[in-house]
């Protein structure tokens, strides 16, 4: 018996009768409480009167660098900066060199 084609209704994939070894789990990060790291960066925004455009590039270079270390700033360590270094260098970017776009965010 063959059924007629339905868009409102897909026919069942084939991995409807595949066993769980088949479906790829991907588990996810465990959440990292930042709201110290953020308070660290507001402190540092207010402290030293930074203009707008790199209030946003420090909270962008904060972004990246979570991405690449995955933990709070408490718990890094030198590599962990040497890691955002060489993702910015690695970028090639034309603009500042990484080695003054990843000290906006060193604390004085």
């Known amino acids: 018996m063959v ?10 994939t084939l991995f409807s009768f595949a066993g769980p070894k088949a479906v790829n789990r991907v588990t996810p990060k465990r959440a990292i409480d930042n709201s110290e790291d953020i308070k660290i960066i507001d402190f540092w925004i207010e402290k030293n009167k930074v203009s707008p455009h790199l209030q946003r590039e420090a909270r962008e270079v904060y972004t990246v660098f979570q991405q690449l270390v995955g933990k709070p700033f408490r718990q890094c360590k030198r590599a962990d900066g040497l890691k955002l ?3 910015y260098e690695s970028l090639s970017l034309s603009g500042p060199p990484s080695g003054r776009r990843s000290g906006t965010c060193a604390q004085p």
């Open 3 to 12: 059924r007629d084609f339905d868009p409102d209704n897909p026919p069942e």
């Open 85 to 87: 270094s060489a993702h």
